[in-house]
């Protein structure tokens, strides 16, 4: 099993959470982050004054999916997250070693689905 952890724009949510979807991933955590990366910080105005946005808006996308279908999700967040401007994101991928669903005591990746 894997960790697929994506931090993405946040316009992108839908169609990357969609083709995610017809993938049959079943399911996932989101989370509203900031952060900085290349990106770095902007100046915008609020009437009037101008002020330093240091951390920029983005989403995180969690998820733990089976080793088999690991290639196409991560080709899926690359493809719909994509914008060609910098600060699309990044993907990050974790081996996890077991799981266990709470409810059932059941463990592996029968566990995710």
Do not use: C, N
């Amino acid at each position: 099993m894997k960790k697929i952890e994506a931090i993405i724009k946040p316009f992108k949510l839908d169609e990357v959470k969609d083709a995610l979807t017809e993938l049959g991933i079943q399911g996932m955590t989101i989370s509203d982050v900031k952060g900085f990366g290349r990106q770095k910080a902007h100046t915008e105005l609020y009437r009037g004054a101008e002020y330093v946005v240091d951390f920029v808006p983005k989403i995180k996308i969690e998820m733990i999916i089976p080793d088999v279908l690991l290639k196409d999700v991560v080709r899926t967040i690359e493809q719909q997250a994509k914008t060609g401007r910098i600060g699309d994101g990044k993907i990050f991928i974790y081996d996890i070693e077991d799981a266990v669903r709470i409810r059932t005591g059941q463990r592996g990746e029968g566990s995710i689905s």
